[in-house]
T-cell receptor, first 116, second 112 residues
Framework: DTEVTQTPKHLVMGMTNKKSLKCEQH?????MYWYKQKAKKPPELMFV???????INESVPSRFSPECPNSSLLNLHLHALQPEDSALYLC???????????????FGEGSRLTVL | TQLLEQSPQFLSIQEGENLTVYCNSS?????LQWYRQEPGEGPVLLVT?????EVKKLKRLTFQFGDARKDSSLHITAAQPGDTGLYLC????????????FGKGTMLLVSP
């Protein structure tokens, strides 16, 4: 199993809603990531979890709240989002939290979020 | 901040043509990766280059890592419509957590 699975694939929410994005991998990877990608732009790093602990927060607003319940799961809780937060949210995982000489990431298909 | 500059940003060609995409930086990278992303999908790793001067081939795709490990190129021979997508080069950031910095990407459109 070499997949990173993200749900939902599409999400439309209002600015007062609370929703969550979910990510799952069963490759035994110990690092998991959230990236945000706007149209025609490269992915931008949001959070890194290393051994289920938050290691990096790239100054992301608190309306995005990550959670790593176990080594296979990664959630992104959303609350009071703004229309400019509409984007493709990508989850990724890698074998080890520290650089192993390749830093290869395995990406999910993403969750397309639209904030009205 | 380590920056990766990709060129061209957009490329539209006919099936059967050859093309080259460039990824340049003023910084030295321990490795560089190339990803392809199709619309509505996540990026998929194509190759990782690690050694300066390294050349790797993946069917019709040839990847090269510069001798100084500051640049890389992707050459596609006889492009096909299935090659259409966003090509991203990426290199490890200095955070030590396998984080990547991405170039802005090259959008390739191959028409039949």
């Amino acid at each position: 199993d070499t997949e990173v699975t993200q749900t939902p694939k599409h999400l439309v929410m209002g600015m007062t809603n609370k929703k969550s994005l979910k990510c799952e991998q069963h490759m035994g990877h110990r690092a998991m990531y959230w990236y945000k990608q706007k149209a025609k732009k490269p992915p931008e790093l949001m959070f890194v979890y290393s051994y289920e602990k938050l290691s990096i927060n790239e100054s992301v607003p608190s309306r995005f709240s990550p959670e790593c319940p176990n080594s296979s799961l990664l959630n992104l809780h959303l609350h009071a989002l703004q229309p400019e937060d509409s984007a493709l949210y990508l989850c990724a995982s890698s074998h080890h939290p520290r650089l192993d000489g390749t830093g290869e990431l395995f990406f999910g298909e993403g969750s397309r979020l639209t904030v009205l | 901040t380590q920056l990766l500059e990709q060129s061209p940003q957009f490329l539209s060609i006919q099936e059967g043509e050859n093309l080259t995409v460039y990824c340049n930086s003023s910084s030295v990278f321990s490795s560089l990766q190339w990803y392809r992303q199709e619309p509505g999908e996540g990026p998929v790793l194509l190759v990782t280059v690690v050694t300066g001067g390294e050349v790797k081939k993946l069917k019709r795709l040839t990847f090269q890592f510069g001798d100084a490990r500051k640049d890389s190129s992707l050459h596609i021979t006889a492009a096909q419509p299935g090659d259409t997508g966003l090509y991203l080069c990426a290199g490890p950031m200095n955070s030590g957590y396998s984080t990547l910095t991405f170039g802005k990407g090259t959008m390739l459109l191959v028409s039949p």
